[in-house]
């Protein structure tokens, strides 16, 4: 068994995958797989898979559902003991050859994360210590520095592929109720691991109605309630997104549900 399976899905996005390969191929070893799931990509994606020569990568390329269907595919060929989801795009900060995960016990362990905007400049963002309390608030828990031991996804099941934005918000709200199992969580925040930039869907404001509701049914399912907040906020985000400086109206609105 691998100590760790790094997991990307992609979909033509050959330029994203690149730079994620870059990031990560000092890390691959006896003890850390690369596991590519392609979409059926059609931009030259599937050509340079199958460029890289590395014994330490698997990859296939079908058509996915959407994003969490390629992801579990992910996790159903993997055979690390941790799984770490960087999707095209995304990269590493750290040779994970570096990070000692034997040694952990913990079911998640999770590490921090440097945010970037489209012109690859820092946003200055921190994740507040023991941030997954706060679950039922808001969605806050990046995947892209968050290992996962491979049998937590045996015990609450994988992502729910229902889900086209928030399948991950809703795995992790599965994880924190779940009476079962008592999963043990350890917090790396002092760590920076990786980096992504802000140009997904769930950064695209004109989105932020059908997050709001993925996000509404997610709370309700799990915590039989709805953070009114996060929901006034996300119609914000979606109404400025049609006015000229709407940047500067999210911020200030976020910063005033700060208080």
Same mark, same amino acid.
């Given at each position: 068994?691998?100590?760790?399976?790094?997991?990307?899905?992609?979909?033509?996005?050959?330029?994203?995958?690149?730079?994620?390969?870059?990031?990560?191929?000092?890390?691959? !070893?006896?003890?850390?797989?690369?596991?590519?799931?392609?979409?059926?990509?059609?931009?030259?994606?599937?050509?340079?898979?199958?460029?890289?020569?590395?014994?330490?990568?698997?990859?296939?390329?079908?058509?996915?559902?959407?994003?969490?269907?390629?992801?579990?595919?992910?996790?159903?060929?993997? !055979?690390?003991?941790?799984?770490?989801?960087?999707?095209?795009?995304?990269?590493?900060?750290?040779?994970?050859?570096?990070?000692?995960?034997?040694?952990? !016990?913990?079911?998640?362990?999770?590490?921090?994360?440097?945010?970037?905007?489209?012109?690859?400049?820092?946003?200055?963002?921190?994740?507040?210590?023991?941030?997954?309390?706060?679950?039922?608030?808001?969605?806050?828990?990046?995947?892209?520095?968050?290992?996962?031991?491979?049998?937590?996804?045996?015990?609450?099941?994988?992502?729910?592929?229902?889900?086209?934005?928030?399948?991950?918000?809703?795995?992790?709200?599965?994880?924190?109720?779940?009476?079962?199992?008592?999963?043990?969580?350890?917090?790396?925040?002092?760590?920076?691991?990786?980096?992504?930039?802000?140009?997904?869907?769930?950064?695209?404001?004109?989105?932020?109605?059908?997050?709001?509701?993925?996000?509404?049914?997610?709370?309700?399912?799990?915590?039989?309630?709805?953070?009114?907040?996060?929901?006034?906020?996300?119609?914000?985000?979606?109404?400025?997104?049609?006015?000229?400086?709407?940047?500067?109206?999210?911020?200030?609105?976020?910063?005033?549900?700060?208080?």
């Amino acid at each position: 068994m691998k100590e760790i399976s790094i997991i990307t899905v992609v979909r033509n996005d050959k330029e994203g995958l690149i730079n994620t390969y870059k990031s990560l191929k000092n890390s691959l !070893s006896d003890k850390i797989e690369w596991l590519v799931i392609d979409g059926a990509s059609s931009d030259g994606t599937l050509d340079f898979i199958k460029e890289i020569s590395s014994s330490y990568l698997k990859w296939i390329s079908e058509v996915d559902k959407n994003m969490y269907d390629a992801m579990n595919k992910g996790i159903i060929k993997s !055979s690390g003991r941790y799984l770490l989801f960087l999707n095209a795009g995304d990269m590493l900060k750290e040779n994970l050859t570096s990070i000692n995960i034997e040694e952990k !016990s913990s079911d998640l362990i999770f590490y921090n994360i440097e945010k970037l905007d489209i012109n690859n400049n820092k946003i200055h963002w921190t994740l507040p210590s023991g941030f997954l309390t706060q679950i039922s608030e808001l969605p806050i828990v990046p995947h892209q520095s968050t290992f996962i031991k491979r049998d937590v996804f045996d015990k609450v099941g994988l992502y729910n592929d229902e889900f086209r934005y928030l399948g991950d918000y809703d795995f992790f709200c599965r994880v924190v109720c779940n009476k079962k199992n008592k999963f043990r969580y350890k917090y790396c925040l002092e760590k920076t691991i990786a980096s992504f930039v802000c140009n997904g869907i769930t950064f695209n404001y004109r989105f932020s109605l059908r997050l709001m509701k993925e996000c509404a049914e997610i709370q309700k399912r799990y915590f039989n309630k709805i953070n009114k907040k996060m929901i006034v906020l996300y119609m914000l985000k979606y109404l400025s997104s049609y006015i000229p400086g709407h940047l500067l109206i999210v911020n200030y609105m976020r910063n005033f549900f700060k208080h």
